[in-house]
């Protein structure tokens, strides 16, 4: 008990260490990637978090500026800091499918465990990881310190060279200065692998004709990793089909029908070893509807439905750029929004913090009457504090009425969404002024 005070002591007080001169990636970090697997255990009222193995890989494909400093707060987060001065050399936020199903009626009564894998910069000299997850209410619920010596022997060498065929879709740049986008193909055979390539291009053209992507393709690299699948398509438990694929992804997660995901992170990560990906899109061989997003972990979408170029779009909002659901429908065993807590997604609100969000975004006389209802205008680009997001009719607020954050018929993110997506590529990518 003692040890896991101490540790959720440390790990709450990580947050505030920020250096006040940036970190030099050059000083702490190999051009090299630390992989570290996870074991995520429990259920609804409590979880363990287990490191299972680590590895290493040429070539470090994440940021290189604002090493030391969260943008957004996600469910999770990853310190790398220095065992001696306690400097926080890297951080990096998530969320995982584990904490999603956490919220489920299945996670009252039974326990589960799930893989994580994370990526970080290889040290030069021992450092101290702690991972640590928040709740709803945006609390440490669990964390875990490993110290990482470099020249531990026992971690594995993967990647040298890559075993999985890949190739630049569209290069705008060196690695080390872009950000770089990897379509990963899922239930496509060897010989379909020209259709995948044909998807990837339409997946690739979806992104890039949204704001604030168009305006900012020269910040974005595009791969596409060819991992063949020994069967052709995706399972669907629902209808008692099963596809043996590259990434065993299937429908039905937590028994939606509509939900696409892979529970195999481990094996999504082997077949990229070595390969230069820092966001990964996964397309799905299917014309079945469906897809997923998880923030700084990965999109799934079906890649032969008629909403495909949409649905690709949206998830990328997810795992990308960290945005919530704008839709609502209040069949959620669980609220994931508490009304005495503000959510970090930059696009839905409780009104906790308000100012915090897009307030700045309104005018003076706006704030005296927010809009509440939309008046006639532009429902896509209208501000104001509309009820209802994050899978909640009452108590959180999206900033306009229709986006694409909410249904697949609006044509562009809101403008908040656009400037949210728009900042978090500037932290990936521009060292930013220090307050």
């Given at each position: 008990?003692?040890?896991?005070?101490?540790?959720?002591?440390?790990?709450?007080?990580?947050?505030?260490?920020?250096?006040?001169?940036?970190?030099?990636?050059?000083?702490?970090?190999?051009?090299?990637?630390?992989?570290?697997?996870?074991?995520?255990?429990?259920?609804?009222?409590?979880?363990?978090?287990?490191?299972?193995?680590?590895?290493?890989?040429?070539?470090?494909?994440?940021?290189?500026?604002?090493?030391?400093?969260?943008?957004?707060?996600?469910?999770?987060?990853?310190?790398?800091?220095?065992?001696?001065?306690?400097?926080?050399?890297?951080?990096?936020?998530?969320?995982?499918?584990?904490?999603?199903?956490?919220?489920?009626?299945?996670?009252?009564?039974?326990?589960?465990?799930?893989?994580?894998?994370?990526?970080?910069?290889?040290?030069?000299?021992?450092?101290?990881?702690?991972?640590?997850?928040?709740?709803?209410?945006?609390?440490?619920?669990?964390?875990?310190?490993?110290?990482?010596?470099?020249?531990?022997?026992?971690?594995?060498?993967?990647?040298?060279?890559?075993?999985?065929?890949?190739?630049?879709?569209?290069?705008?740049?060196?690695?080390?200065?872009?950000?770089?986008?990897?379509?990963?193909?899922?239930?496509?055979?060897?010989?379909?692998?020209?259709?995948?390539?044909?998807?990837?291009?339409?997946?690739?053209?979806?992104?890039?004709?949204?704001?604030?992507?168009?305006?900012?393709?020269?910040?974005?690299?595009?791969?596409?990793?060819?991992?063949?699948s020994r069967q052709s398509g995706i399972s669907i438990p629902g209808?008692?089909?099963?596809?043996?694929?590259?990434?065993?992804?299937?429908?039905?997660?937590?028994?939606?029908?509509?939900?696409?995901?892979?529970?195999?992170?481990?094996?999504?990560?082997?077949?990229?070893?070595?390969?230069?990906?820092?966001?990964?899109?996964?397309?799905?061989?299917?014309?079945?509807?469906?897809?997923?997003?998880?923030?700084?972990?990965?999109?799934?979408?079906?890649?032969?439905?008629?909403?495909?170029?949409?649905?690709?779009?949206?998830?990328?909002?997810?795992?990308?750029?960290?945005?919530?659901?704008?839709?609502?429908?209040?069949?959620?065993?669980?609220?994931?929004?508490?009304?005495?807590?503000?959510?970090?997604?930059?696009?839905?609100?409780?009104?906790?913090?308000?100012?915090?969000?897009?307030?700045?975004?309104?005018?003076?006389?706006?704030?005296?009457?927010?809009?509440?209802?939309?008046?006639?205008?532009?429902?896509?680009?209208?501000?104001?504090?509309?009820?209802?997001?994050?899978?909640?009719?009452?108590?959180?607020?999206?900033?306009?009425?229709?986006?694409?954050?909410?249904?697949?018929?609006?044509?562009?993110?809101?403008?908040?969404?656009?400037?949210?997506?728009?900042?978090?590529?500037?932290?990936?990518?521009?060292?930013?002024?220090?307050?």
């Open positions: 008990m003692h040890i896991t005070k101490t540790l959720l002591l440390i790990a709450a007080s990580l947050a505030s260490l920020a250096a006040e001169a940036k970190v030099s990636f050059s000083d702490h970090f190999e051009d090299r990637t630390l992989r570290l697997d996870y074991i995520f255990a429990g259920n609804n009222r409590t979880a363990q978090v287990f490191l299972s193995d680590m590895a290493q890989s040429p070539g470090w494909y994440g940021r290189r500026v604002n090493l030391d400093r969260l943008h957004l707060l996600g469910n999770g987060q990853i310190y790398v800091t220095h065992p001696e001065t306690r400097d926080t050399l890297y951080a990096q936020s998530f969320s995982t499918l584990f904490q999603e199903w956490q919220t489920t009626e299945q996670a009252a009564s039974e326990c589960r465990a799930m893989e994580n894998v994370f990526l970080v910069p290889f040290p030069k000299h021992p450092v101290d990881i702690t991972l640590q997850l928040t709740d709803t209410h945006r609390r440490v619920s669990v964390a875990t310190m490993y110290r990482v010596d470099p020249t531990d022997i026992l971690i594995q060498r993967i990647g040298e060279p890559a075993t999985t065929p890949w190739s630049y879709l569209r290069k705008a740049g060196d690695s080390r200065e872009k950000i770089d986008l990897a379509f990963v193909a899922e239930g496509y055979t060897e010989d379909e692998m020209n259709i995948f390539h044909a998807d990837c291009r339409r997946a690739m053209e979806a992104i890039l004709s949204h704001e604030p992507f168009r305006s900012m393709a020269d910040r974005f690299n595009f791969v596409a990793v060819a991992a063949p209808k008692h089909q099963w596809v043996d694929t590259a990434l065993g992804s299937h429908f039905d997660t937590f028994y939606s029908a509509r939900y696409l995901t892979s529970l195999r992170l481990k094996r999504l990560h082997d077949v990229l070893a070595g390969i230069p990906y820092e966001h990964l899109i996964l397309l799905a061989n299917t014309d079945n509807y469906g897809g997923g997003g998880i923030y700084n972990s990965y999109t799934l979408s079906s890649a032969h439905h008629a909403t495909m170029e949409p649905v690709v779009v949206h998830e990328v909002g997810h795992s990308y750029g960290g945005l919530g659901d704008e839709y609502y429908y209040d069949d959620q065993y669980e609220v994931l929004y508490p009304a005495d807590t503000e959510p970090w997604e930059p696009n839905i609100t409780t009104l906790v913090d308000f100012s915090s969000k897009w307030a700045d975004m309104l005018t003076p006389r706006q704030l005296r009457h927010i809009p509440t209802k939309p008046d006639g205008k532009d429902v896509y680009r209208q501000l104001g504090v509309y009820e209802g997001g994050g899978y909640q009719s009452k108590g959180v607020y999206r900033p306009v009425q229709e986006c694409r954050m909410k249904i697949n018929e609006a044509p562009a993110f809101c403008p908040v969404c656009e400037r949210a997506l728009r900042r978090i590529t500037d932290y990936q990518t521009v060292e930013l002024d220090r307050e």
